[in-house]
């Protein structure tokens, strides 16, 4: 039973376009999220976070989203670059420091000159 | 720094064998943990440790064994292989509290680059 769910195994996005993940989770309890970005053979590198006490968080090209009610989380990126292309990780955690993730399945982002 | 390493890269074990997945950090985190990445599935946390000496279980321990006997290192032990556990393994570190300031956001963790084990 998947906590955390990225229903869209793969996006492909045109260069200077906006690309747009998406993230569910069905547990409110959980208090801190996060995005993180990888590329083939190499580790996740973290990207960019948000805590449920907030509903959106920039950092440069990225935002993310974030809607309590809906237990919906979300990743914009404006805009898009070839070196986006990678496989993006939502993640969640009981509260900002617990550092015990609970990830979704991915989403691989590609995109195109 | 060279931040967090894993040894080795590639590993194949026959069903039964044992062996250890080595993870070193240099960068004095207190938090280490131990991920596994399945198709389709993300990463899964195994085991984690707060600081030397104290470690507790994730959301899939069955079948590993871990120690933090210093803060640089956290191995990580199948005693006996199984197919099941075939998958590519992610260590990870990071401060427990808010770091000193500009040095990583408070909860990033640092992933090693992964070792990729296939349990024949």
């Known amino acids: 039973d998947q906590q955390v769910k990225q229903n869209s195994p793969s996006l492909s996005v045109q260069e200077g376009r906006i690309s747009i993940l998406n993230c569910d989770y069905t547990?409110?309890?959980?208090?801190?999220f996060l995005w993180y970005k990888k590329y083939p053979a190499e580790g996740p590198t973290f990207l960019i976070s948000?805590?449920?006490?907030?509903d959106k968080n920039e950092d440069g090209r990225f935002t993310v989203f974030l809607n309590k009610s809906a237990k919906h989380l979300s990743l914009h990126i404006v805009p898009s670059q070839p070196g986006d292309s990678a496989v993006y990780f939502c993640?969640?955690?009981?509260?900002?420091?617990?550092?015990?993730?609970?990830f979704g399945q991915g989403t691989r982002l590609t995109i195109n000159p | 720094n060279a931040g967090v390493t894993q040894t080795p890269k590639f590993q194949v074990l026959k069903t039964g064998q044992s062996m250890t997945l080595q993870c070193a950090q240099d960068?004095?985190?207190?938090?280490m943990s131990w991920y596994r990445q399945d198709p389709g599935m993300g990463l899964r946390l195994i085991h984690y440790?707060?600081?030397?000496?104290?470690?507790d279980q994730g959301e899939v321990p069955n079948g590993y064994n871990v120690s933090r006997s210093t803060t640089e290192d956290f191995p990580l032990r199948l005693l006996s292989a199984a197919p099941s556990q075939t998958s590519v393994y992610f260590c990870?570190?990071?401060?427990?509290?808010?770091?000193?300031?500009?040095?990583?956001?408070?909860?990033?963790?640092?992933f090693g680059p992964g070792t990729r084990l296939t349990v024949l």
């Open positions: 440790s707060v600081g030397a000496g104290i470690t």
């Open positions: 990870a570190s990071s401060y427990r509290n808010p770091p000193p300031s500009g040095r990583a956001k408070f909860n990033e963790q640092f």
């Open positions: 948000i805590s449920s006490i907030k």
């Open positions: 960068m004095n985190h207190e938090y």
């Open positions: 993640a969640v955690d009981s509260r900002e420091g617990a550092q015990k993730l609970v």
């Open positions: 547990n409110s309890m959980f208090d801190y």
